[in-house]
């Protein structure tokens, strides 16, 4: 248990329809990283927060959107869901740059 | 900017044998390095990293890699492979940059198929 939870672990939802998924950072964690693992694109880094601030921006389309709350947990919101968009959405902390990313489980969406 | 390059997207050894997953980077600043597995249906496990200082890194279940600047490499073994091991195996860059960022760039991933 890498002490990250993320929900929902799965989700099926319908094109066009918005979803949230949410993200507890492992106690003490200041940074979190959203990325998407998808067949074709492998491991893509999605965004990243840092006590609460955005600190950096990588393949995160405009139709997707995140934040983090002042209790340090992160939302990352998808909306106007695409077939394209199904894939597995991790979240990851750290204590702060250079330390070791540790990954949730993951939240498998299906867009149908 | 970084980039990461793992040869072969799937590797075959039977039980026992020597376990090596092959990783090169690109880095234009001293790099941090990691390597990742991912069993069915799991998330992401650190088995390793190298930030500075020896070279050789050993990780959990048996595994260790070596960072070799002149090659810019850092490749993954295990002297010898169990059926556990079967996985996914992603290397991974960090970037470092202001500002407290630290995102991570992956590989491609090998899958390991570990045979009887």
């Known amino acids: 248990d890498s002490g990250v939870t993320q929900t929902p672990k799965h989700l099926i939802t319908a094109t066009g329809q918005r979803v949230t998924l949410r993200c507890s950072p492992r106690?003490?964690?200041?940074?979190v990283y959203w990325y998407q693992q998808s067949l074709d694109q492998g491991l893509q880094f999605l965004i990243q927060?840092?006590?609460?601030?955005?600190?950096a921006k990588g393949n995160i389309l405009e139709r997707f959107s995140a934040q983090q709350f002042p209790d340090l947990h992160s939302e990352l919101n998808l909306s106007s869901l695409e077939l394209g968009d199904s894939a597995l959405y991790f979240c990851?902390?750290?204590?702060?740059?250079?330390?070791?990313?540790?990954f949730g489980e993951g939240s498998w969406l299906t867009v149908v | 900017a970084q980039s990461v390059t793992q040869l072969g997207s799937h590797v075959s050894v039977s039980e026992g044998a020597l376990v090596l997953l092959r990783c090169n980077y690109s880095?234009?600043?001293?790099?941090?390095l990691f390597w990742y597995v991912q069993y069915p249906n799991q998330g992401l496990q650190l088995l390793l990293k190298?930030?500075?200082?020896?070279?050789l890194v050993k990780g959990i279940n048996g595994f260790e890699a070596e960072f070799k600047k002149s090659e810019t490499s850092f490749h993954l073994t295990k002297p010898s492979a169990h059926m556990s091991d079967a996985a996914e195996y992603f290397c991974a860059v960090s970037v470092r940059g202001s500002g407290n960022t630290g995102k991570l760039i992956f590989g491609q991933g090998t899958t390991l198929q570990v045979k009887p």
């Open positions: 880095s234009s600043v001293p790099p941090y």
């Open positions: 106690s003490g964690d200041l940074s």
């Open positions: 990851a902390s750290s204590a702060s740059s250079g330390n070791t990313i540790y």
């Open positions: 927060y840092y006590n609460g601030e955005e600190r």
């Open positions: 190298y930030t500075t200082g020896a070279t």
